[in-house]
C-alpha cells in the first residue's frame, strides 16, 4: 500500500533588499528597525543583505540575486538601461544633495587647485559624491587623479574618508555632503578636525532601485508604498529619525542627469 504525502509547501522567499557601508552605518539599531519596518509594512519577511562595495551591490542588483538596493547615483545612471527607479530620499525637504572635498580644520583651500600634490582619499570607485565629482573636476582641466594627486586610496565607507582626513591619513578627500553633515550631528568631536573647502552643485540623491524587468512585481510596488508611507509609522519614523531623513519620493530620473553628464565627461578623458 502506497501512503500518499500532502504536497510540499515552499515557504515564500524573503524579498532581498541591498545596502552598503559606503553610504550607510552599519548601526544595529537602524539595521534592525529598517527591517521590522519593511517587513511589517510589505507584509513579507525582508532580508537585508549587507556588501563592502556598490559594485558587488549593483552586480547582485543587475542578476536577480537582489529584489531591490539602495545604490548611488553614479551606477543608477550606468545601467540606466538595466535599472529602474523606485523612491528617492528626502534630505532637509530635497531630493538632493552635495558632495564635498574636505581638508584638516584650519587649512587654506578653496578649490581643487589648491589640493594638488595632496594624498587624497576616495569612498568608492563607483561612487558619485566620494569619486565621480572628483575626477569630472580633474578632466574638465585634462588631468587624470594619479597625474594630480601624490596619491588616492578608497576607504569603501564616507565615514571613513572623514576619518582618514581628521587622523591626517590623508591631507584630503571627497565625501558626500549628506554624510559630513549627518556626522556633525553624530560625532562632532571628529568632523570638527575637518572642513568642506569645496561643495559641489545640487544632484541627485543616491536613490532606491531595482532592475527594470522587476519594476512592476507586486513586491516593488509594496516597497515604493512601505518607503512612501515611512513618517505615518512609529517603527518607519525611528527609521527616518537615524537616517536624519524626512521620507522618500517617487522621484524623476532627470534628478540624475548632471550625475551622467560627469560620465560622459570623464569617459571622454578615457
Not at 504525502?5 to 515557504?11: G, K
Request: net charge neutral; charged share 20%; glycine share 8%.
Amino acid at each position: 500500500m502506497v501512503t500518499a504525502h500532502p504536497p510540499t509547501v515552499r515557504a515564500a522567499q524573503p524579498f532581498r533588499f541591498g545596502l552598503t557601508p559606503v553610504f550607510l552605518n552599519s548601526d544595529l539599531d537602524l539595521l534592525e528597525a529598517l527591517q521590522k519596518y519593511l517587513s511589517a509594512a510589505m507584509g513579507t519577511e525582508v532580508q537585508l543583505v549587507l556588501k563592502r562595495t556598490y559594485q558587488e551591490i549593483t552586480s547582485q542588483l543587475l542578476s536577480g540575486l537582489l529584489d531591490a538596493a539602495w545604490i548611488c547615483g553614479f551606477p543608477f545612471v550606468a545601467y540606466r538601461r538595466e535599472l529602474e527607479l523606485v523612491a528617492v530620499p528626502i534630505w532637509r525637504g530635497k531630493t538632493t544633495y552635495q558632495s564635498y572635498l574636505i581638508v584638516s580644520e584650519g587649512r587654506e583651500a578653496s578649490t581643487i587647485s589648491d589640493l594638488r600634490g595632496d594624498i587624497h582619499a576616495f569612498s568608492d570607485p563607483d561612487s558619485n559624491s566620494g569619486y565621480l565629482v572628483t575626477r569630472a573636476l580633474l578632466a574638465e582641466n585634462g588631468v587624470k587623479p594619479q597625474d594630480f594627486f601624490q596619491r588616492t586610496f578608497f576607504t569603501y565607507g564616507h565615514r571613513n574618508v572623514v576619518r582618514a582626513v581628521a587622523a591626517g591619513l590623508a591631507q584630503s578627500g571627497s565625501v558626500d555632503g549628506y554624510v559630513w553633515e549627518v556626522m556633525t550631528e553624530t560625532e562632532a568631536a571628529l568632523t570638527r578636525q575637518t572642513r568642506p573647502a569645496w561643495r559641489s552643485d545640487w544632484m541627485g540623491f543616491p536613490p532606491i532601485a531595482t532592475a527594470r524587468e522587476n519594476a512592476s512585481s507586486n513586491n516593488i510596488a509594496r516597497l515604493r508604498q512601505a518607503l512612501w508611507g515611512m513618517p505615518q509609522d512609529r517603527v518607519g519614523r525611528e527609521v527616518l529619525n537615524l537616517l536624519r531623513l524626512d521620507g522618500f519620493a517617487p522621484g524623476d530620473p532627470s534628478l540624475f542627469d548632471s550625475i551622467a553628464s560627469r560620465v560622459d565627461l570623464v569617459r571622454t578623458l578615457g
